[in-house]
């Protein structure tokens, strides 16, 4: 089992940035990739970036080069930095990691990020 806990979500106006964080506990020895996903009210989940164990990054063409992920293995959490915010990126972030071999997905509880116009 692995257990996520996010954090650093929050208001900020368009243009600006945010920061959100993902610590991971449990069996963290078992995470081979790494991630964030976002629900907008009345749509489905989406992928927002993948990191893996090894570093490779993957990013959706419409956020590439906007928002950034990354991976501190010493503190077993990964970050979302998301510069040029919009109002379409108004969403609640989930963070996400999935397992190997025994195959898992796990999530964590979700944090709200508000993008006023």
């Known amino acids: 089992q692995v257990q996520l806990v996010e954090s650093g979500g929050g208001l900020v106006q368009a243009g600006g940035a945010l920061r959100l964080s993902c610590v991971a506990s449990?069996?963290?020895?078992?995470?081979?990739?790494m991630g964030w996903y976002r629900q907008a009210p009345g749509k489905e989940r989406e992928l927002v970036a993948t990191?893996?164990?090894?570093?490779?990054?993957n990013y959706p063409a419409s956020l590439k080069g906007r928002f950034t992920i990354s991976r501190d293995s010493a503190k077993n959490a990964w970050y979302l930095q998301m510069n040029s915010l919009k109002p379409d990126d108004t969403a609640v972030y989930y963070c996400?990691?999935?397992?190997?071999?025994?195959?898992?997905?796990?999530w964590g509880q979700g944090t709200q990020v508000t993008v006023s116009s």
């Open positions: 996400y990691a999935k397992t190997f071999p025994y195959v898992g997905e796990y």
């Open positions: 449990g069996n963290i020895f078992a995470i081979n990739v």
């Open positions: 990191i893996t164990r090894s570093g490779s990054t």
